[in-house]
């Protein structure tokens, strides 16, 4: 499975970005979508996800009621909305799935079986 991220780029604080990350991957709609991010110098976190298709999603609380994850099973895309940005949002955010993942480990890195690239976000303030 290949997972391709796209949408990263600078903006000020205050402002907005939408990320998409598309898999290659013929389940869809039966994998686990996760975003985390890494900050330089930090461990990668958690930030939103979705255990399935039919699960509501998950936030970290730093970014609950600013961004919001969707996914679009017929394009084998998810989403990341992120509004109101702040320069502490600045990171390289990653897209995360995985078939196998139980509910209880949403949150863990190691729990992924596959990984995207990256996409830089940077916010000015």
């Known amino acids: 499975v290949q997972l391709v991220e796209s949408g990263g780029g600078s903006v000020q604080a205050g402002g907005s970005l939408r990320l998409s990350c598309t898999s290659s991957g013929r389940t869809f709609s039966a994998y686990t979508m996760t975003w985390f991010r890494q900050a330089p110098g930090e461990d990668r976190e958690f930030v939103g996800g979705?255990?399935?298709?039919?699960?509501?999603?998950t936030y970290a609380d730093s970014v609950k009621g600013r961004f919001t994850v969707s996914r679009d099973n017929a394009k084998k895309t998810i989403y990341l909305q992120m509004n109101n940005l702040r320069p502490e949002d600045a990171a390289v955010y990653y897209c995360a799935a995985s078939s196998t993942i139980i509910l209880s480990s949403l949150r863990i890195p190691s729990a992924y079986n596959w990984w995207g690239q990256g996409t830089l976000v940077t916010v000015s303030s």
């Open positions: 979705v255990f399935r298709t039919g699960y509501t999603p």
